[in-house]
Every structure is written in structure tokens, then in C-alpha cells.
């Protein structure tokens, strides 16, 4: 029963590639989160949404950028991709107004 | 913003042995602490939580302890088992009820 989907379990992008990891969820919640883990820095915060349309910057914005178009889909884009940005990437999602996260299963992401 | 410091970041018991799990936080309006266990390869997923309401909570053999004055945190897993090997996550709620800031993590090994 996955409720948060993201489309790629592993990828390998060439640096300077455009690169778009996508997360859907079938939970209809509002919020949605992008989060980066790397060993020894626990889950860092790239970008969130509350909202279709709407987007605001996390703790490590810079080198990425976010759309929402629809409620269910919240894509993570790397503009130009480097190798620092080789890492796990987690999608979570949680309900407005609920505190608990479901989290995506992660997409592993190497820059080469 | 809100600061989670988690400590340790790696501990080592026998099977059978008790372990705790300690985190801080900064921002003494957040009221929602929950815990996540990330098993190797798997997504984080909540294991417990606990509300500034409430000083202790159990669930069979993890409880989590709070106290609000000296704003920390701590998981107690007794009666280790191999299978509670994975990475903890603890993490606080920020003081406008809508995004998690996670610790950094500890890594739990249990040798039998």
C-alpha cells in the first residue's frame, strides 16, 4: 500500500544535466517536502509546499528548484547538476493540520 | 529557526541490552516530538511520538521521555532485539505547526 511514490530508485546523471526527480501521493495531503540524506547530516531540507502553486525554500535551497502544478505532484528539479549534489533524495507528504510524515521510498542519485 | 541536535550519532549494543537516544531542541514553542526509524535501504517511518502534554510515553518495548524546561528529548529501547538495528531520527515540530526539523541521526547496531 505506497502512498508516497517517487519515480526512480536509482539514477545517474552526467554533470550539467537538467535532472527532475518526481514524487506523487495518493493521500490528497497538502504539504509536501523535499529532503536531502547524506551520512552524518540526517535529512536536510531542500523545499517545501502547502499548496498547488506554491513553493518556499528549506535549509539548502540553492542549486535546485521545485514545481507544483497538481495537489498529488511535487517534482525537484537540479537546474544544472554537479557532483556535490550526488546524494539520497526523500519526498514526504503529511496532512494540513497533522503533524506525522510519510515519507517516499528515496531516489539515489549520483552526479558523474 | 528550530535546532535538533541528536546524540549519539553511532551506538553499539548486545542483544538484550537497553538504549537511549538523546536530542535537543531550540525553540521552546514546539509541542510535537516524534521519532523515525529508517531500516537499511527503507524509508523513514514514525515509530513513536510524544506531545509537549505529556512527559513519557511507552509502546511495548520503545518509550520516549520529554522534558519541556530543559527542552530535550530521549528514545528508550529496552530489550534490544537485531532487528532494532536500523538509523533513528528524532525530530521537533517548528513553532508554526507545519514542518519537522529532523536530528542528525544515530546509527543503532545490535550484535547478537
Known amino acids: 500500500d505506497v502512498k508516497v511514490t517517487q519515480s526512480s530508485r536509482y539514477l545517474v546523471k552526467r554533470t550539467g544535466e537538467k535532472v527532475f526527480l518526481e514524487c506523487v501521493q495518493d493521500?490528497?495531503?497538502?504539504?509536501m517536502f523535499w529532503y536531502r540524506q547524506d551520512p552524518g547530516l540526517g535529512l536536510r531540507l531542500i523545499y517545501f509546499?502547502?499548496?498547488?502553486?506554491?513553493?518556499e525554500k528549506g535549509d539548502i535551497p540553492e542549486g535546485y528548484s521545485v514545481s507544483r502544478e497538481k495537489k498529488e505532484r511535487f517534482s525537484l528539479i537540479l537546474e544544472s547538476a554537479s557532483t556535490n549534489q550526488t546524494s539520497m533524495y526523500l519526498c514526504?507528504?503529511?496532512?494540513?493540520?497533522?503533524?506525522?510524515?510519510?515519507f517516499g521510498s528515496g531516489t539515489r542519485l549520483t552526479v558523474v | 529557526g528550530e535546532n535538533v541536535e541528536q546524540h549519539p550519532s553511532t551506538l553499539s549494543v548486545q542483544e538484550g541490552d537497553s538504549a537511549v537516544i538523546k536530542c535537543t531542541y531550540s525553540?521552546?514553542?514546539?509541542?510535537?516530538f516524534p521519532w523515525y526509524k529508517q531500516e537499511l535501504g527503507k524509508r523513514p517511518q514514525l515509530i513513536i511520538d510524544?506531545?509537549?502534554?505529556?512527559g513519557e510515553k511507552k509502546d511495548q518495548r520503545i518509550a520516549v521521555t520529554l522534558n519541556k524546561t530543559a527542552k530535550h528529548f530521549s528514545l528508550h529501547i529496552t530489550e534490544t532485539q537485531p532487528e532494532d538495528s536500523a538509523v533513528y531520527f528524532c525530530?521537533?515540530?517548528?513553532?508554526?505547526?507545519?514542518?519537522?526539523?529532523f536530528g542528525g541521526g544515530t546509527r543503532l547496531m545490535v550484535k547478537p
Open positions: 514526504a507528504s503529511s496532512l494540513r493540520g497533522s503533524y506525522g510524515y510519510t
Open positions: 493521500m490528497d495531503h497538502e504539504n
Open positions: 509546499s502547502y499548496d498547488v502553486k506554491m513553493k
Open positions: 525553540d521552546s514553542a514546539s509541542n510535537y
Open positions: 510524544i506531545r509537549s502534554n505529556v
Open positions: 525530530a521537533a515540530l517548528n513553532n508554526a505547526g507545519n514542518m519537522l526539523t
